[in-house]
C-alpha cells in the first residue's frame, strides 16, 4: 500500500505570496489530518477532516491558513499570505478512525518564507 | 497550553544500553500512542497503548501506562544507532484529535 504523499517537499517562498501544499492519503482512510512542526512549538494541529467534512480549523490559524479535502484521496493547504514566522515542517497524517488509531505521516513539506 | 509532553528535552546513550523516555499527559484519555521521528522523515507509530492496558510490548520496545498518575514511558532495550530519532506521546480523549508532545531527541552513539 502506497503511504501518505506531501509535495512538493521543500517550497521557498517571498512574503505576502500564496502557496500550495498537497497531500494523498493512505486509500480508505476516513480521517486526514495536517500539522505544522517547529522545534518551539513541536506539532501544532491546523485542520483535521472525517469523511471529507471539516472537524477542526485550527483556531489561531485560520485567518491565513485554509485546508480543503476536495476528494477523499487529496488534500490541499493554503497559506495566504505568507509570513516569515510560517517558516516550519508541515505534516500530513492519515488513519482509519482518529486518533484513536495509528497516524500514517507523510514526509512532510518544508517551507521557507523569505 | 500542552496537553501532552515527554519530560526530557535530549538523551544520549551508548549503543547497547537501555534507555527510557518518560510522557505525562493532563487530561483523560482513551489512547496513548509513542511515535519515533527520524530526521528528514514523518513521524511513525511505534505502540498505541489503550487507557485499559497497562503494558505493551513491541520488539525492543516497552510502553507502560499509569492512568492514575496520567503517565507513560516508553523503554527501549538494547539501543543501536539507527534508534537516534526524536521521539513523540501523544494523546487521545475521545475527541478523536491526538495532541502530540514536543518530542525527546534521543542519540544513540556508537
Known amino acids: 500500500d502506497a503511504g501518505v504523499t506531501q509535495t512538493p517537499r521543500h517550497e521557498v517562498a517571498e512574503k505576502g505570496q500564496t502557496i500550495i501544499l498537497k497531500c494523498e492519503p493512505v486509500?480508505?482512510?476516513?480521517?486526514l489530518f495536517w500539522y505544522r512542526q517547529t522545534k518551539i512549538q513541536g506539532l501544532e494541529l491546523l485542520s483535521y477532516?472525517?469523511?471529507?467534512?471539516?472537524?477542526?480549523d485550527g483556531g489561531a490559524f485560520k485567518d491565513r491558513f485554509k485546508a480543503e479535502m476536495l476528494n477523499s484521496s487529496f488534500s490541499t493547504l493554503k497559506i495566504q499570505p505568507t509570513e516569515p514566522k510560517d517558516s516550519a515542517v508541515y505534516l500530513c497524517?492519515?488513519?482509519?478512525?482518529?486518533?484513536?488509531?495509528?497516524?500514517?505521516f507523510g514526509a512532510g513539506t518544508r517551507l521557507s518564507v523569505l | 497550553s500542552q496537553l501532552a509532553e515527554e519530560n526530557l528535552w535530549a538523551l544520549s546513550v551508548h549503543e547497547g544500553e537501555s534507555v527510557t523516555v518518560n510522557c505525562s499527559y493532563k487530561?483523560?484519555?482513551?489512547?496513548l500512542q509513542w511515535y519515533r521521528q527520524k530526521s528528514g522523515e514523518g513521524p511513525a507509530q511505534l505502540i498505541l497503548i489503550r487507557s485499559n492496558e497497562r503494558e505493551k510490548r513491541n520488539g525492543r520496545l516497552r510502553a507502560t501506562l499509569d492512568t492514575s498518575s496520567q503517565s507513560s514511558s516508553l523503554s527501549i532495550t538494547a539501543t543501536r544507532c539507527e534508534d537516534t530519532a526524536v521521539y513523540f506521546c501523544a494523546t487521545s480523549g475521545g475527541n478523536y484529535k491526538p495532541t502530540f508532545g514536543k518530542g525527546t531527541s534521543l542519540v544513540v552513539h556508537p
Open positions: 497524517a492519515s488513519s482509519l478512525k482518529g486518533g484513536e488509531d495509528t497516524l500514517y
Open positions: 486509500s480508505g482512510h476516513n480521517d
Open positions: 487530561t483523560s484519555i482513551t489512547a
Open positions: 477532516f472525517r469523511s471529507k467534512s471539516l472537524m477542526e
